[in-house]
C-alpha cells in the first residue's frame, strides 16, 4: 500500500541541471531512510546518493559536489538536485526507501524510475 513516485528526469545538456523528487505515500509511520539509485545501460543499478534519519548523507564518489540530497519529512518526500550534469550521469534514476508502515515493522520500497538523459 505504500508507493513512491519520481518526477523531475527529462533529457538536459551537459552541464545543465535537473531536480528529481520522490514523494512517498500510503500507510506511513516513519521513513527511515531514503535514497537514489541509478542505472545506465549494461551497467549494473548503483547507488548515487542516500540520506537517513536524522539527515546523515552520503554519496557515491562520482557526483559528490555535483549533487545534492535532501527531505522534506512532512512532505514525505526526497530530492536530488543534480548540477553540473555529464553525459555518464544519463540512467534511470531509481528512488529506495526504507518505511515503517503503519503497525508493522520495517520493509523497503522502490519507485518506477524516472529516466534523465544528458546530450547536446
Known amino acids: 500500500q505504500v508507493q513512491l513516485v519520481e518526477s523531475g528526469g527529462g533529457l538536459v545538456q551537459p552541464g545543465g541541471s535537473l531536480n528529481l523528487s520522490c514523494a512517498a505515500s500510503?500507510?506511513?509511520?516513519?521513513?527511515?531512510?531514503m535514497g537514489w539509485y541509478r542505472q545506465a545501460p549494461g551497467k549494473q543499478r548503483e547507488l548515487v546518493a542516500r540520506?537517513?534519519?536524522?539527515?546523515?548523507?552520503n554519496y557515491a564518489d562520482a557526483v559528490k559536489g555535483r549533487f545534492l540530497i535532501s527531505r522534506d519529512n512532512a512532505k514525505k518526500t526526497v530530492y536530488l538536485q543534480m548540477n553540473s550534469l555529464k553525459p555518464e550521469d544519463t540512467a534511470v534514476y531509481y528512488c529506495n526507501a526504507d518505511i515503517i508502515s503503519s503497525g508493522y515493522s520495517l520493509a523497503n520500497y522502490w519507485g518506477q524510475g524516472t529516466q534523465v538523459t544528458v546530450s547536446s
Open positions: 540520506s537517513t534519519e536524522v539527515r546523515s548523507t
Open positions: 500510503g500507510r506511513i509511520f516513519r521513513i527511515s531512510a
